[in-house]
Structure formats: structure tokens, C-alpha cells
T-cell receptor
Framework: GAGVSQSPSNKVTEKGKDVELRCDPI?????LYWYRQSLGQGLEFLIY????????KSGLPSDRFSAERTGGSVSTLTIQRTQQEDSAVYLC?????????????FGPGTRLTVT | QKEVEQNSGPLSVPEGAIASLNCTYS??????FFWYRQYSGKSPELIMS????GDKEDGRFTAQLNKASQYVSLLIRDSQPSDSATYLC???????????FGAGTRLAVHP
């Protein structure tokens, strides 16, 4: 079956502009995660959605970052007023039910470059 | 102390040898552990999960877990040049709904 998909694969934006990144999880997976991978910071958790529960936003680095998940499926990560330090690969993952036992599967990522 | 620690490498092994990748974690109550492989410019790919003490084998890969020592390892038998990648160890944390990743160990298998 289809894996996690993300779009766009690459995004170049000017400092100060807003960007939207999209994630489509594996069909039937109720949990969705966003991570960020940058050279200096490794792979870090951003936000987690599970069903209709309130999302865990504990990893969002600033209030410029927000995410939503519509209809329990597709998710959008929005970064407002982008800064150069936002340049990274943004990775989306999904898992079946969202417990610590669950295996998370990653999408191909969106490489964001802020100029 | 970092929550999940790995040697950054590079770990260089000849083709056909056993590659041994190690990971230690700080949360004593952790119950599940994951190994991901990441090729340069690609996203992480899940290769092994392990939940119980001891060994778990899947093809050329063996994961080993020792909860008392807070140590998990990945063995790759008959290493191939195509195994050259960064291997990431991951442990759930924070209510177990997010993964904490080690910095990764870069493996280079040379012919």
C-alpha cells in the first residue's frame, strides 16, 4: 500500500514569508507526527496528533509554528514569518494507534530553505 | 546526559564482516526500542523494533536489548556496501507519543 506522502518535496522561501507543508499519512493510521531534522540538531519531535485528542504541541520551537489535522487524516504544518534557522528537513510520520509500542513510518520529507 | 546516545562514527567495516552498532538510553522505564536506517538525502526507514530483553533476528539484522544495562544494539551480518548509511536508535518518551532519536552512527562498508 501507499506510504506516508509529503508535499512539496522542496521549498525555497524568503525570510519573513509564510509556508505550508502537507502530510498525508498511511491509510488507517490514527496517529501522525511531525519531526524536524537539521544538521546541528539531529531529528527532533515537533507535534503529535492522535484521533480526536488534543495535539501534543510540546516540541514546537516557537509560536510561529502551528499545525492542524483535518478529518483525522491530512495534516498541514504552517510556519509564519520564516527565519533562516527554520531551514531544515521537515518529516512527517504516522503510526497505527499512537502508543509507545507503535512503529512509526516516515514520509520522504520536505526540505525547506529560507533565504 | 543525552536521553539516547550513539557513537557518531564513522564505523568502517569490510564487506562480509559483522557491523555492530550500539545505543544507550537514560529512561529506565523505556519499554520499546527502534532502529532506523537513513541513506544520505533520504528519510529514516524503520528496520527493527524490539520490546523484550534478548535478541531479535530479521534476516541479516539482529537487535539485542539489555534493559538492566539500558543498552540496545544492532548487528548486521554479512555487511554489504548497500548497508552504508546512518543508523538511528529511537526510544519513545514524553508520554510515549514521540520518539527521541540518537544522533546516529554512520556506517561505511567497503568492498
Amino acid at each position: 500500500g501507499a506510504g506516508v506522502s509529503q508535499s512539496p518535496s522542496n521549498k525555497v522561501t524568503e525570510k519573513g514569508k509564510d509556508v505550508e507543508l502537507r502530510c498525508d499519512p498511511i491509510s488507517g493510521h490514527t496517529a501522525l507526527y511531525w519531526y524536524r531534522q537539521s544538521l546541528g540538531q539531529g531529528l527532533e519531535f515537533l507535534i503529535y496528533f492522535q484521533g480526536n485528542s488534543a495535539p501534543d504541541k510540546s516540541g514546537l520551537p516557537s509560536d510561529r509554528f502551528s499545525a492542524e489535522r483535518t478529518g483525522g487524516s491530512v495534516s498541514t504544518l504552517t510556519i509564519q514569518r520564516t527565519q533562516q534557522e527554520d531551514s531544515a528537513v521537515y518529516l512527517c510520520a504516522s503510526s497505527l494507534v499512537g502508543t509507545g509500542w507503535d512503529e512509526q513510518y516516515f514520509g520522504p520529507g520536505t526540505r525547506l530553505t529560507v533565504t | 546526559q543525552k536521553e539516547v546516545e550513539q557513537n557518531s562514527g564513522p564505523l568502517s567495516v569490510p564487506e562480509g564482516a559483522i557491523a555492530s552498532l550500539n545505543c544507550t538510553y537514560s529512561d529506565r522505564v523505556s519499554q520499546s526500542f527502534f532502529w532506523y536506517r537513513q541513506y544520505s538525502g533520504k528519510s529514516p526507514e524503520l528496520i527493527m523494533s524490539i520490546y523484550s530483553n534478548g535478541d531479535k533476528e530479521d534476516g541479516r539484522f539482529t537487535a539485542q536489548l539489555n534493559k538492566a544495562s539500558q543498552y540496545v544494539s544492532l548487528l548486521i551480518r554479512d555487511s554489504q556496501p548497500s548497508d552504508s548509511a546512518t543508523y538511528l536508535c529511537a526510544v519513545p518518551s514524553g508520554g510515549y507519543n514521540k520518539l527521541i532519536f540518537g544522533a546516529g552512527t554512520r556506517l561505511a562498508v567497503h568492498p
